[in-house]
């Protein structure tokens, strides 16, 4: 069992910069593929992006490449999305999910574990 809690969501003006985290709890963290996924409202729950259980291999959709930064440090059992220059688009509530696969997923359905949530919101 993982337990995951998302924090550092919040308000910005577009073109500013926000760092989500993602604390895990368990000990089988590191052996875990980690993604972040938005669901914005009125529209379907997307995927933003994903890292491999040793951080050595990142995946992102397309309209963040360049702009966000997925990491991990693994000694903390934490997970990280750097977001800059954002966009009011990118406003969302996010969502990090663990998969039991080392290398993850884009689809949200192959991930066994959710956190609830942070809200980000990018003003014009």
């Known amino acids: 069992q993982v337990q995951l809690v998302e924090s550092g969501g919040g308000l910005v003006q577009a073109g500013g910069s926000l760092r989500l985290s993602c604390a895990a709890s368990?000990?089988?963290?590191?052996?875990?593929?980690m993604g972040w996924f938005r669901q914005a409202p009125g529209k379907e729950r997307e995927f933003v992006a994903v890292?491999?259980?040793?951080?050595?291999?990142?995946y992102y959709t397309d309209s963040v490449k360049g702009r966000f930064t997925i990491s991990r440090d693994n000694a903390k059992n934490t997970v990280y999305l750097q977001m800059n220059s954002l966009k009011p688009e990118d406003t969302a509530v996010y969502y990090c999910?663990?998969?039991?696969?080392?290398?993850?997923?884009?689809?949200?359905?192959?991930?066994?574990?959710w956190g609830q949530g942070t809200l980000v919101t990018v003003s014009e």
């Open positions: 368990g000990r089988t963290f590191s052996t875990y593929a």
């Open positions: 999910a663990a998969d039991k696969s080392m290398h993850g997923s884009t689809w949200p359905w192959e991930f066994e574990y």
């Open positions: 890292i491999s259980w040793s951080g050595g291999s990142t």
